[in-house]
């Protein structure tokens, strides 16, 4: 290139375009420099721990994608965040849990074996009913959660509905410490999905242990996510939510029950949210009155990541930092306990370099 094209070319950046192209040939050349480092010249992990790390984040993610989903639904209509989304989670957890504990206390004896409890008599009826409650709870969590925190803003300046989103959340995560209690309690799972057990794979020198929870965990999610897709895109509701998201007046006018769609968009959100807390449970073990805060933030991480607004760009969001969280610590030579700190650098870098999200926010015009 001439050197007077070279010197236009430069006097054309801006200063903050300069230092998004510095930081991101700093941040690529370490990068580069671990991935020498870790697989070259001095590698630390086998194999089979690199794949069991990334199985790991894979089902993490499928659950971000499960909730950040919701924040892209919501966010997408009203263009706000529900920051109290992570507290329907919880709830919903909570339901799960309840069913389970009820149900390894209820008799299902046989000749055989008198001692038997049905939640290990019929695990697959009790998966189910623990599914039900805890998405029914969540669901109603977050119909009324719109009923009473957001609809009387509906009008108000866009801060007004953020901050009673972060009050409801408090609330919500204050309420479940007084009716749970502020210690953590194990999900009791059926007998066939004891936490820890699966498929013993060779990769490498050792094995990687495919987990029943965790492939129940994704397969389940998958599902979630094809089911909800095609409802927003091939059902009535589906077209009316799309619809009252492009412009709430002319949907009206066309005879859509605007308000009827933003709380069925609620419930929809919140059962999605109370999925993906019977997950964590399940998968995880440990619930408690705050399990839905963080899981919570980086749904949220996920779906700016993917592209807020954008229901594939949140499951690809939710994929990726599962991913990136679960090799990140490794990959970057840092404590596993920092992983949060990677997962919400990694909000820092998208909202540098990449504001829209990786497949780009799907907004109205009206909204842009």
């Known amino acids: 290139m001439p050197k007077n094209n070279l010197i236009h070319t430069y006097r054309r950046l801006s200063t903050y375009q300069i230092a998004q192209i510095i930081l991101g040939a700093l941040f690529g050349g370490y990068l580069v420099w671990r991935f020498y480092d870790l697989f070259i010249a001095h590698p630390i992990y086998g194999p089979e721990t690199w794949v069991q790390f990334a199985l790991a984040g894979v089902i993490l993610g499928s659950v971000y994608a499960i909730i950040a989903i919701g924040y892209t639904l919501v966010y997408g209509i009203l263009f706000m965040i529900n920051f109290a989304h992570g507290d329907i989670m919880m709830i919903g957890s909570f339901g799960g849990y309840f069913v389970f504990e009820a149900l390894k206390v209820i008799p299902a004896?046989?000749?055989?074996?008198?001692?038997?409890?049905?939640?290990?008599?019929?695990?697959?009826?009790?998966?189910?009913?623990?599914?039900?409650?805890?998405?029914?709870?969540?669901?109603?969590?977050?119909?009324?959660?719109?009923?009473?925190?957001y609809r009387p803003l509906r009008g108000a300046p866009r801060l007004v509905p953020l901050i009673s989103a972060i009050g409801a959340s408090i609330f919500l995560e204050n309420a479940g410490q007084l009716l749970f209690g502020a210690q953590r309690r194990d999900y009791a799972n059926p007998a066939v999905l004891t936490r820890g057990s699966g498929w013993n794979i060779p990769v490498g020198t050792g094995n990687v242990v495919l987990t029943y929870t965790g492939v129940l965990t994704f397969v389940l999610s998958v599902l979630i996510m094809i089911g909800l897709y095609l409802v927003v895109k091939r059902t009535r509701l589906g077209r009316a939510m799309r619809a009252v998201a492009e412009n709430k007046p002319v949907a009206a006018l066309m005879g859509i029950d605007v308000d009827g769609v933003i709380s069925k968009t609620f419930i929809i959100s919140g059962a999605l949210a109370g999925a993906a807390g019977v997950m964590w449970g399940i998968h995880l073990g440990l619930v408690y009155y705050f399990v839905g805060f963080v899981p919570g933030i980086k749904a949220f991480t996920a779906a700016v990541l993917g592209g807020i607004g954008n229901i594939p760009g949140a499951m690809l969001g939710g994929l990726f930092l599962g991913i990136v969280e679960a090799l990140g610590p490794a990959v970057l030579g840092l404590d596993f306990q920092l992983k949060d700190v990677i997962a919400f650098g990694i909000l820092v870098l998208v909202l540098i370099f990449r504001p829209t999200g990786i497949l780009g926010e799907v907004l109205s015009e009206d909204k842009v």
């Open 109 to 149: 004896a046989t000749p055989s074996n008198p001692q038997l409890k049905f939640l290990d008599a019929y695990p697959v009826i009790s998966i189910i009913l623990a599914f039900a409650v805890g998405m029914s709870v969540a669901a109603m969590s977050g119909y009324f959660l719109e009923k009473i925190a």
